[in-house]
C-alpha cells in the first residue's frame, strides 16, 4: 500500500483557520477522513480529481473546503472557524478508480496518508 505525503496541521484555537495539504500524483477519487481518540476514522470530504464535485460530512459543511491544485498534483483541505470537537488526527485517502459506490467509506481507497494532528483549543 503506497503511502501519500501529508503536510500541515497542528494547533489551532477556536475559530482560526488551518489547510492541509497531500501528495496524490495520479489517483483519481481523493478524500479527507480524521480519527479522534478512542473513535472510528471518519470521513470528512471528498473529491474527483477531474470533476469539480465534492462532498462533505454534515459537521464539517459550510466550514471545511476540499480542492484539488491540478499543477502541484496536490490535494488540499481549508479548514475555517475550527471548532475543539475538530481535534483529530486527519488523513488524506486515494484511490485510482473513477467510480466510488461508497466514496465516504474507508474501504474504498487504497492508499492512505501518514496523517497529521489538528488540535484545537477552545
Known amino acids: 500500500q503506497e503511502q501519500l505525503v501529508q503536510s500541515g496541521g497542528g494547533q489551532a484555537q477556536a475559530g482560526d483557520s488551518m489547510r492541509l495539504s497531500c501528495a496524490v500524483s495520479g489517483r483519481i477519487s481523493v478524500a479527507w477522513f480524521r480519527q479522534a481518540p478512542g473513535k472510528e476514522r471518519e470521513f470528512v470530504a471528498a473529491i474527483r480529481w477531474y470533476r469539480n464535485n465534492s462532498i462533505y460530512a454534515d459537521s464539517v459543511k459550510g466550514r471545511f473546503t476540499i480542492s484539488r491544485d491540478n499543477a502541484k498534483n496536490t490535494l488540499e483541505l481549508q479548514m475555517n472557524s475550527l471548532r475543539p470537537e475538530d481535534t483529530a488526527v486527519y488523513y488524506c485517502?486515494?484511490?485510482?478508480?473513477?467510480?466510488?459506490?461508497?466514496?465516504?467509506?474507508?474501504?474504498?481507497?487504497?492508499?492512505w496518508g501518514q496523517g497529521t494532528q489538528v488540535t484545537v483549543s477552545s
Open positions: 485517502a486515494a484511490s485510482r478508480s473513477l467510480n466510488l459506490s461508497r466514496p465516504t467509506a474507508t474501504s474504498s481507497y487504497s492508499s
